[in-house]
């Protein structure tokens, strides 16, 4: 395992990735802007972390429920 940091955009796939997962739903959809995943990105969240907290904080129903 590599110690260098994940690339924004790679970055940014995994957060789709992972609203796709939760959600159904990716950043684009979703009308995420790319300065508030940098953001994210920067503070060390995961993107598993990041779209949870996203869908939280905008009302989005899990996929599972």
Known sequence: MSDEPI???DYR????DALSGFFGTDTW??????DL???AQEEGQT???F???FGK???LVNIED
Do not use: C, N, Q, T
């Not at 796939?13 to 789709?16: E, L, P, Q, T």
């Not at 959809?29 to 790319?34: K, L």
């Open 7 to 9: 690339s924004f955009i």
């Open 57 to 59: 904080e905008h009302g």
């Open 29 to 34: 959809d979703a009308g995420i802007d790319a």
């Open 47 to 49: 993107p598993e972390e």
């Open 51 to 53: 779209a949870r907290l």
């Open 37 to 39: 995943i940098a953001s």
């Open 13 to 16: 796939g995994a957060v789709d």
